[in-house]
Structures are given as C-alpha cells and as structure tokens.
T-cell receptor
Framework: DAKTTQPNSMESNEEEPVHLPCNHS???????IHWYRQLPSQGPEYVIH???SNVNNRMASLAIAEDRKSSTLILHRATLRDAAVYYC???????????????FGTGTRLTIIP | NAGVMQNPRHLVRRRGQEARLRCSPM?????VYWYRQLPEEGLKFMVY????????ESGMPKERFSAEFPKEGPSILRIQQVVRGDSAAYFC?????????????FGPGTRLLVL
C-alpha cells in the first residue's frame, strides 16, 4: 500500500488558517486521499476526502497537488476545538478486499494557541 | 440517529481474566471494524466483520483474541486471559457499505486497563 508522510506536530494561533501537509509520492491513480482526525480521548472522525480535484466541506478544504504526490488539509479558521491528531490515509478505489481497513500512520498533532 | 456505541467505556481487568468489549454500529450499518490504539501510538486495524461473518482478521493476534458480529445484537471483541500488554484503547467503527471510499464512523472507544 502507498504510504503517507506527515509532520509529527504543528502549532497554530486561534482564528488563523492552518495548512496541514501530507506527502504521498507513491500514490496510485486509483487511491483516494482521506483525512480523519482524533480529538483527545475520542475516536477518530472523518474530515474530508478527494481523488484529484480540490474539495470543500463544512469542516475543511482539501487541496491536492496536480501530480497528486502531496495534499494539504486546510482549516480556514482554527478554533481550540480543532486541536487534534490529523491523519492522512490513502484508500484504493479499485481494491475491494483487504482495503476495507483504514491504515493510520502517526499523524500530525495540531496544537492551537489561544 | 445515534452514533456508534461502545460499552463499557472503561474496563479494568486483572491478568488472566477475560475482557468483553461491545460495539453497536450506527443504524443501518452492517459493516463493523475493530481497531486498537496502544498508548502514544496510532490506531491499528484488528478485524472487519459483516453480520455473522468475519471478512478480514489479518490484524488480530493469533491467540486469545476473537470477534463476532451476530445476526442480532452488538459486535463483541473478546480477549481471553488478558495480559498487561493488552492495555489499550479499543475502537469500533461502522459503515453502511463496503466501498473503499466509504466513510467509517467511530465510537468513543473502550479503554482497557490490565492490572
């Protein structure tokens, strides 16, 4: 499976935008890019996913590089409630068996400074 | 629509006892996944089940661990003869369909402490 690389930690000031990078240089053409986050003492929650085009939803935006070897999760205005570990995960659209599981890396621990 | 429910939220066991962790998926979801998170580590996949079937147990330890998802009732993750190394947070997730791009919805987890 293609792997992802994320910085271990990042800090951001409250109410400022946050850009969380993810490198996936061995991504295949059918890999979706998913982002989940895990708030302290909670289970992970889905944030956003995309294939080739940039995506927006109420939580965040996902910017995907033209060559798809990297992507950036954008929180437009961080709040204290956004402090969490953010995971970038690849999922192959074409593989049905063995790809049901999510493969979590170590993620990026985001700290929000008041 | 209630989310994924797990109980108990906290479980304390002595070495050698059995631990039973329960997971009720979201309404209408027939796919259940169990993950384990050791202290200060990321989540690791354990097992994927559909109703009455184990589909993928590639992440399950070979001994002492078992999982089921009966036709009626919650999914159960069972750990026999627990050891201190089993202390971890165990998360259950569910999804309505099998497609790889399907979102998984996670429960709050069961934190197991083995004394």
């Amino acid at each position: 499976d293609a792997k992802t690389t994320q910085p271990n930690s990042m800090e951001s000031n409250e109410e400022e935008p946050v850009h969380l990078p993810c490198n996936h240089s061995t991504i295949s053409g059918t890999d979706y890019i998913h982002w989940y986050r895990q708030l302290p003492s909670q289970g992970p929650e889905y944030v956003i996913h995309g294939l080739t085009s940039n995506v927006n939803n109420r939580m965040a935006s996902l910017a995907i590089a033209e060559d798809r070897k990297s992507s950036t999760l954008i929180l437009h205005r961080a709040t204290l409630r956004d402090a969490a570990v953010y995971y970038c995960i690849l999922r192959d659209e074409l593989r049905n068996f063995g790809n049901e599981k999510l493969t979590f890396g170590t993620g990026t621990r985001l700290t929000i400074i008041p | 629509n209630a989310g994924v429910m797990q109980n108990p939220r906290h479980l304390v066991r002595r070495r050698g006892q059995e631990a039973r962790l329960r997971c009720s998926p979201m309404k209408g979801h027939s796919h259940v996944y169990w993950y384990r998170q050791l202290p200060e580590e990321g989540l690791k996949f354990m097992v994927y089940l559909q109703k009455e079937n184990i589909i993928d147990e590639s992440g399950m330890p070979k001994e002492r661990f078992s999982a089921e998802f009966p036709k009626e009732g919650p999914s159960i993750l069972r750990i026999q003869q627990v050891v201190r190394g089993d202390s971890a947070a165990y998360f259950c997730a569910s999804s309505p369909r099998q497609k790889p791009q399907e979102t998984q919805y996670f429960g709050p987890g069961t934190r197991l402490l083995v004394l």
